[in-house]
């Protein structure tokens, strides 16, 4: 053998690795990827737009109430409304397994609370937030009324009252009474008793010649809660009165306000409306 067939061919170069082509599945993966990814910024894009919505209807419905015009008219700044919560398997008070229209939530839980800088009327919280029935017949302005009134409140099974008060910044007193009876009949009947049409059948304090208030938007007004309201005639004398009787259900309502030369109509039609909405 010679010397040339001995000597061994040059090596091969060595193979660089084969990287395999993407596969079909991976792909898809990256275009499931992104469509997650476009539809999460579209979900927080939403979510956005939703907590913008449900900011406007809490501010609407605290202060933008049908036909109660806009920001600059009056109108006072309430705290977040909420209704009571009822008492686990108990039905609202217009339920129709609820003929009584009973309300179960607690009365004192139900009285609109005082708006933004109002000072409180610390004659109005009663024992333990309940208002003695002579507290609340001192609103009435005659003396014999407020005897014959008791004697009505006592014929009609009167259960409780709950109440509050407070003075505005702008001087206008507020005073809002709940009175509970035993259902919604009995309820009707009282205020057939105190509360017509055209006035108030009983007159109260400063408030001696009293119409119905044709300005309240009947708008306003929630579903199974009956409103009567009423405002005093000029000439007014030291202020004037505007007051309104609810009924909802087991529940009488009586809001009065007043102010030293005349009472705005913008917050006690506010106030009215919003009390509605608690026991409505």
């Known amino acids: 053998m010679t010397e ?15 990287v395999p082509a993407p596969s079909a599945p991976l792909k898809k993966d990256r275009r499931v990827l992104r469509a997650v990814l476009r539809w999460t910024a579209a979900a927080i894009v ?6 913008s919505a ?18 600059s008219d009056g109108r006072w700044d309430y705290p977040e409304i909420e209704r009571q919560p009822l008492p686990k398997g108990s039905p609202g008070p217009f ?47 005659d003396w014999g009324d407020r005897e014959e009134l008791g004697q009505l409140l006592t014929d009609y099974g009167l259960r409780h009252i709950a109440a509050r008060g407070w003075t505005a910044q702008d001087g206008t007193r ?8 035993d259902t919604a009949v009995v309820t009707d009947d009282v205020r057939n008793e105190l509360a017509g049409f055209e006035a108030p059948k009983y007159e109260l304090r400063g408030a001696s010649d009293v119409r119905s208030d044709d300005g309240h938007p009947a708008a306003a007004n929630p579903n199974n809660v009956r409103r009567f309201s009423y405002t005093e005639n000029k000439p007014y004398g030291k202020e004037q009165v505007r007051q309104a009787y609810l009924t909802a259900g087991d529940t009488l309502a009586l809001v009065v306000q007043s102010r030293a030369g005349s009472a705005a109509a913008v917050p006690f039609h506010q106030t009215v409306t919003l009390q509605m909405q608690l026991l409505g």
Request: aromatic fraction near 8%; glycine fraction near 10%.
């Open 54 to 71: 449900a900011y406007g209807i809490t501010r609407m419905e605290r202060t933008d109430v049908p036909g109660l015009a806009t920001e």
């Open 4 to 18: 040339q067939q001995i000597i061994a061919p040059p090596p091969m170069p060595e193979a660089a690795p084969v």
């Open 46 to 51: 939403f979510a956005a737009v939703g907590t």
């Open 174 to 181: 507020t005073r809002v009474y709940l009175l509970q009876f």
């Open 95 to 141: 339920d129709g397994d609820n003929p009584a229209g009973t309300h179960f939530a607690d009365l004192r839980k139900l009285v609109l609370p005082a708006p933004e800088g109002a000072k409180p009327d610390p004659a109005l919280r009663g024992e333990d937030g309940w208002l003695a029935r002579k507290a609340f017949l001192g609103v009435y302005e």
